[in-house]
């Protein structure tokens, strides 16, 4: 069973409208992130956290909002989306001290 | 500031021959190095990791090693197989809880 759960898997928005992205993890670890991945560019980190109730800047924040209400949820927000905000985003938790990543399946988001 | 730099985009080789994906990072740290596999429509999955000692880090024909004095982290395969075409990316996690990755190798085999 997936330990990371991500939802929606696929997401079609209109450009100005606000999108929330969910993510849910049940390996009970404190660190959090939300990355996008496009071609050309890796993997790139948006916002992380360290447990809940924190959330901090990733390399490339602008734009998105995050929030970690619990241990177990994590949600990215679009508030106003835009078309450059297409992407597929994936959310993962952080093991400890040496911070081992495991990753939910991803959510392909397109904004028309 | 701290990066991490994978200077090929693309690699293409012929299954049997060896494997070698650059990683090499900045840092004002020591961090621990990663190495991520993503096969394709799949979500990316740990690899290999560095050790805090000396010990070479070896999953499935994969090594890798640390060398503080290049700040390097290069993956190696003696042996390339078609199942091995897949993203790979480097990362690396500088103790702050932030993890930061490359942009990534896309690695194709072909027969």
């Known amino acids: 069973e997936a330990a990371v759960t991500q939802s929606p898997r696929n997401k079609v928005a209109v450009t100005g409208g606000k999108v929330t992205l969910s993510c849910n993890q049940t390996?009970?670890?404190?660190?959090m992130y939300w990355y996008r991945q496009d071609t050309g560019h890796g993997l790139r980190l948006i916002h992380y956290?360290?447990?809940?109730?924190?959330?901090e800047k990733g390399d490339i924040p602008d734009g998105y909002k995050a929030s970690r209400p619990s241990q177990e949820n994590f949600s990215l927000i679009l508030e106003l989306a835009t078309p450059s905000q297409t992407s597929v985003y994936f959310c993962?938790?952080?093991?400890?001290?040496?911070?081992?990543?495991?990753f939910g399946a991803g959510t392909r988001l397109s904004v028309l | 500031g701290d990066s991490v730099t994978q200077t090929e985009g693309l690699v293409t080789l012929t299954e049997g021959l060896p494997v070698m994906l650059n990683c090499t990072y900045q840092s004002t740290y020591s961090p621990f190095l990663f190495w991520y596999v993503q096969h394709l429509n799949e979500a990316p999955k740990l690899l290999l990791k560095s050790f805090t000692d000396n010990k070479r880090p070896e999953h499935q024909g994969f090594h890798a090693t640390l060398h503080k004095s290049s700040s390097s982290f290069h993956l190696q395969k003696s042996s390339a197989q078609l199942s091995d075409s897949a993203l790979y990316y480097c990362?690396?996690?500088?103790?702050?809880?932030?993890?930061?990755f490359g942009a990534g190798t896309k690695l194709t085999i072909k027969p």
């Open positions: 993962a938790s952080g093991d400890g001290i040496q911070n081992t990543l495991y």
């Open positions: 990362a690396c996690y500088y103790g702050n809880e932030k993890i930061t």
């Open positions: 390996n009970n670890h404190n660190n």
């Open positions: 956290s360290y447990g809940a109730g924190s959330t």
